[in-house]
Structures are given as C-alpha cells and as structure tokens.
C-alpha cells in the first residue's frame, strides 16, 4: 500500500517540551515537505528537503527544526521554542524528476498544547 | 513574490448544480497549478494537476482550465453532489523546484 503516513494522528504537548512529528512515504520521492495549517491562514510552509541530507528554511521555520537522513523519512521537530505550536501540521512529497511531479500529502497530525 | 487568491472564501449551493471556483495568481511565469480537495481534520487530496503548457485538465465530473496571461484557473464541478462538501485548495509551482504557494481555499457547501 504506497502513500505517506503520519504519525500520531494526535499530539499533545506540555509547554517547554520538545516533540517530534514522524513523516514517512515509500513513495520513492525526493522531495518531502512540512506544513502548518492554521484556522483561516492557509497552509504555510515550515521546511522542505530536495535530496537526502540537505533541507531548506520554509516561511515560518522559526522555533521547528528537520532531519532527512534516509530519502523515505522527514521527521519535525517543535521545539520549546515555538511560542504557539497548536496547530494541524501537514506533510506533503513528490517526485522532483517526473516531468508530471504531482505533489501529495500525508492525513495530517494533529498537536495540541496543554 | 507569487500570491494567490481564492474567491469566494465560501460557497453553498443546491445538489446538482454546475459551479465554478476561482484561482487567481500574481505572477504568470508559472510551472504547474494543481487543484486540491479537504476533508474537515484530513490531509489534501490532489484532484488535477495543470502544466503551464495545458490549457485544461478533466477527471471525472471535474474540469480545470488555466489562463496564464491573465493568471486565472477556474474548477468547474459539474452536477454537484452533498459528497462534494469540502474546502478546494489551488496551489500555484513557479519552477520546478521551488515549492507550492497556496490560496486559503474556498469552503463548498453543497445542500440536498
């Protein structure tokens, strides 16, 4: 069964935690993409990664930090740093060399701040 | 700095109806459009995607077109049904290796 698969599907954090957001597709794309998704703002993007073991600052990357240590994984980490990290978090991959790189999403998860 | 815009924020009609969403975006020199579909608390579906070389794309009861020079995609739903109860996301590409920039969706409400 191909796709990309979030997890958890809930989070719940307690302020001055630092929590990670697994994203993981065995899709055999290249590209891999964090969003945030907040009420009445659109999807903004945290991070992206082109290629293994290089990643680029998104819109709002402050207080988030990425690995991409293997092609298939992202993981995000919201760190205590980000003041108001509630919020549905969103990640995305596609295939950079297909001339048709259709760009597809995860189910999302799901962080709340106690 | 590409921009784009969804009018209107929402939009209820009667089943069955034809309707059409609107895409606008600031800068024409784009590489792709696509068109995405969100469930309440649920990741995006991907409906169509348009090259900049295509004028439109269809699946289904669902149609895409795509003006360039005047930086407009429209989304034409043919036949509404309650199931298409969603938010319609457009995303615009500006080369083939940046990343989308999307509007703020329209919300459809479609009522039996």
């Known amino acids: 069964d191909g796709g990309i698969t979030q997890s958890p599907k809930y989070l719940f954090r307690k302020e001055g935690q630092n929590v990670t957001l697994s994203c993981e597709q065995n899709?055999?794309?290249?590209?891999m993409y964090w969003y945030r998704q907040d009420p009445g703002q659109g999807l903004r993007l945290i991070y992206y990664?082109?290629?293994?073991?290089?990643?680029q600052k998104g819109d709002i990357a402050e207080g988030y930090s990425v690995s991409r240590e293997k092609k298939e994984s992202f993981p995000l980490t919201v760190t205590s740093a980000q003041k108001n990290p509630t919020a549905f978090y969103l990640c995305?991959?596609?295939?950079?060399?297909?001339?048709?790189?259709?760009?597809?999403f995860g189910p999302g998860t799901r962080l709340t701040v106690l | 700095k590409q921009e784009v815009t969804q009018i209107p924020a929402a939009l209820s009609v009667p089943e069955g109806e034809n309707l059409v969403l609107n895409c606008s975006f600031t800068?024409?020199?784009?590489?792709?459009l696509q068109w995405f579909r969100q469930d309440p608390g649920k990741g995006l579906t991907s409906l169509l995607l348009?090259?900049?070389?295509?004028r439109e794309q269809t699946s289904g009861r669902l149609n895409a077109s795509l003006d360039k020079s005047s930086g407009r995609s429209t989304l034409y739903i043919a036949a509404s049904q309650p199931g298409d109860s969603a938010t319609y996301l457009c995303a615009v590409r500006n080369s083939g290796n940046t990343p989308l920039v999307f509007g703020k969706g329209t919300r459809l409400s479609v009522i039996a």
């Open positions: 348009i090259q900049s070389s295509q």
């Open positions: 995305a991959s596609r295939d950079q060399r297909s001339s048709y790189n259709e760009q597809f």
């Open positions: 899709l055999n794309h290249d590209a």
């Open positions: 990664s082109q290629i293994v073991n290089d990643f």
């Open positions: 800068d024409s020199a784009i590489y792709n």
